[in-house]
């Protein structure tokens, strides 16, 4: 059954059927206009918007409708990580194609409400569109975080520490995996149009670009602990989170090759096809982990806020710096300059 035949009103009574019961903060939910919600008492209101478009952030069938669900609300919460916010609300957006099918728009539901139960999120509201194009999920999420606790891209300092959580490369190394499509060989390895031989697919890469993982509990610790002079996500790669960060505060930065947290699986990816892991690396984008200014003699405070947020690690990978533009990535003695992160519209 697709959503033209069901029609507008079956279909979000079916949505509104599977959201969680609202909390009592959520004055007025689903279901009315606008919703309603409390403001919480020596708070202030953190809120972003994003959306996954089918064509650019997922593909079908390569992504599951519960991946695109989950997908659509990790980016968001990665956002109000990044500045420090703790997630309470969202609404949730569909534009769909009248030929989708009912049961992946519940799947897709689903997938997000699944995220949004394990960081508490409600879902306030929503919207349901017809196109004619692509499918779209858009997004808007609202948190909470305490006066002058929050985390902006500004405010980085020369001699700051970088550091990053987790690890980076996974996600668009498991995005060319999931594209290159090649078959099982049956030893490990994957046969290429040639017949020539490479590194099979990592399921941890590709979990990273189906699955990502927003690391709201990281974000809260290092702001509320004061840990953190300044922070970003990596939705389009580090170095373009490096390039943002330090824009903002008037910084340069230098980077350790040496020290980066690459991901194994796809490190041995590139490294199979005779390209540059460490660009490859610093250049992806879609890895969702979070960058921080960390003060130089902030150690006790980092400490502190690591005890909070056990996991992902955190990984120093460099320094602030007080030549403005200065943007270096150091590999065996040598400068490089750092590549450019994705952007839409990009020219080249």
Same mark, same amino acid.
Request: proline fraction near 6%.
């Given at each position: 059954?697709?959503?033209?035949?069901?029609?507008?009103?079956? &279909?979000? +009574?079916?949505?509104?059927? *599977?959201?969680?019961?609202?909390? #009592?903060?959520?004055?007025?939910? %689903? !279901? $009315?206009?606008?919703?309603?919600?409390?403001?919480?008492?020596?708070?202030?209101?953190?809120?972003?918007?994003?959306?996954?478009?089918?064509?650019?952030?997922?593909?079908?069938?390569?992504?599951?409708?519960?991946?695109?669900?989950?997908?659509?609300?990790?980016?968001?919460?990665?956002?109000?990580?990044?500045?420090?916010?703790?997630?309470?609300?969202?609404?949730?957006?569909?534009?769909?194609?009248?030929?989708?099918?009912?049961?992946?728009?519940?799947?897709?539901?689903?997938?997000?409400?699944?995220?949004?139960?394990?960081?508490?999120?409600?879902?306030?509201?929503?919207?349901?569109?017809?196109?004619?194009?692509?499918?779209?999920?858009? &997004?808007? +999420?609202?948190?909470?975080? *305490?006066?002058?606790?929050?985390? #902006?891209?500004?405010?980085?300092? %020369? !001699? $700051?520490?970088?550091?990053?959580?987790?690890?980076?490369?996974?996600?668009?190394?498991?995005?060319?995996?999931?594209?290159?499509?090649?078959?099982?060989?049956?030893?490990?390895?994957?046969?290429?149009?040639?017949?020539?031989?490479?590194?099979?697919?990592?399921?941890?890469?590709?979990?990273?670009?189906?699955?990502?993982?927003?690391?709201?509990?990281?974000?809260?610790?290092?702001?509320?602990?004061?840990?953190?002079?300044?922070?970003?996500?990596?939705?389009?790669?580090?170095?373009?989170?490096?390039?943002?960060?330090?824009?903002?505060?008037?910084?340069?930065?230098?980077?350790?090759?040496?020290?980066?947290?690459?991901?194994?699986?796809?490190?041995?990816?590139?490294?199979?096809?005779?390209?540059?892991?460490?660009?490859?690396?610093?250049?992806?984008?879609?890895?969702?982990?979070?960058?921080?200014?960390?003060?130089?003699?902030?150690?006790?405070?980092?400490?502190?806020?690591?005890?909070?947020?056990?996991?992902?690690?955190?990984?120093?990978?460099?320094?602030?710096?007080?030549?403005?533009?200065?943007?270096?990535?150091?590999?065996?003695?040598?400068?490089?300059?750092?590549?450019?992160?994705?952007?839409?519209?990009?020219?080249?």
């Amino acid at each position: 059954m697709t959503v033209a035949t069901l029609g507008e009103h079956a &279909v979000l +009574a079916r949505i509104l059927s *599977r959201l969680p019961k609202t909390p #009592t903060s959520v004055l007025v939910g %689903p !279901g $009315d206009d606008a919703a309603i919600v409390a403001p919480e008492r020596n708070q202030r209101l953190v809120v972003t918007t994003d959306a996954v478009v089918e064509g650019v952030h997922f593909s079908r069938p390569a992504f599951s409708p519960a991946d695109v669900g989950h997908k659509a609300l990790a980016v968001n919460l990665s956002d109000l990580a990044a500045m420090g916010a703790e997630p309470r609300w969202s609404l949730l957006s569909l534009v769909l194609p009248g030929s989708a099918l009912v049961a992946d728009i519940e799947a897709l539901v689903d997938g997000y409400v699944a995220l949004a139960r394990r960081h508490g999120v409600a879902v306030v509201g929503g919207n349901i569109t017809r196109t004619e194009g692509p499918l779209v999920v858009d &997004v808007t +999420a609202g948190g909470a975080v *305490r006066p002058r606790r929050w985390l #902006t891209r500004a405010g980085a300092k %020369p !001699g $700051d520490h970088v550091y990053v959580s987790g690890t980076i490369g996974g996600a668009l190394a498991g995005l060319e995996m999931m594209q290159a499509g090649r078959r099982e060989t049956g030893d490990g390895s994957r046969e290429t149009g040639d017949g020539s031989r490479e590194t099979a697919p990592d399921p941890a890469c590709i979990a990273r670009q189906l699955r990502p993982e927003p690391r709201v509990r990281l974000g809260l610790a290092m702001a509320r602990g004061r840990a953190a002079r300044a922070a970003m996500d990596l939705s389009d790669g580090l170095a373009d989170a490096l390039r943002q960060v330090s824009a903002a505060s008037g910084c340069g930065v230098r980077i350790d090759a040496a020290a980066l947290p690459i991901e194994p699986g796809a490190a041995a990816w590139w490294d199979a096809r005779g390209a540059d892991a460490v660009m490859a690396a610093v250049a992806g984008g879609e890895d969702y982990e979070l960058l921080f200014a960390v003060p130089a003699k902030g150690g006790g405070r980092l400490r502190a806020a690591r005890r909070h947020a056990a996991d992902p690690p955190l990984t120093r990978i460099g320094a602030f710096t007080a030549r403005a533009g200065e943007l270096v990535v150091t590999r065996d003695g040598v400068d490089e300059p750092l590549p450019a992160g994705f952007e839409h519209f990009g020219r080249g």
